[in-house]
């Protein structure tokens, strides 16, 4: 009766792992949407002294760039090494670049 009981007890044993490729998508999906959320939060938070301001948006978009540059690395080794998710990768690699204030900064200086 015990035996029986520690076997009901091992999450792990009854859960089937997901292929490499959707490990990784997934990876790379919660990566992006890190890197978005945080440029959101460097825009919306902004309490306190202009000295408190400034710490807290530049820490969010370093956030924000590190996550975005990560999020691009997965999706694009996911899209050269898997078929399977191609799209889906090639969507991450568009709002990685899209969503990266390096960019974005970029082009202001560019353009001013």
């Known amino acids: ?10 999450p792990s044993s009854t859960r089937t792992r997901r292929p490499q490729s959707t490990q ?5 999906a919660v990566t992006e949407g890190l890197a978005v959320l945080t440029l959101v939060l ?9 000295s408190t301001v400034l710490a807290t948006f530049l820490g969010f978009m370093a956030v924000s ?3 975005a540059t ?9 899209l ?3 078929a399977r998710h ?6 991450i690699l568009v709002v990685s670049v899209l969503a990266n204030p390096v960019l974005w900064f970029f082009l202001i200086g ?3």
């Open 24 to 28: 990784m998508l997934f990876a790379a």
């Open 86 to 91: 191609t799209v889906w990768f090639i969507m």
């Open 70 to 78: 990560l999020a691009f690395v997965l999706a694009l080794v996911g």
């Open 42 to 50: 460097a825009f919306v938070v902004n309490v306190g002294s202009p």
């Open 65 to 67: 760039v590190v996550a």
């Open 1 to 10: 009766m015990l035996e029986g009981m520690a076997l009901q007890s091992t």
């Open 80 to 82: 050269l090494r898997f």
């Open 110 to 112: 560019y353009f001013s």
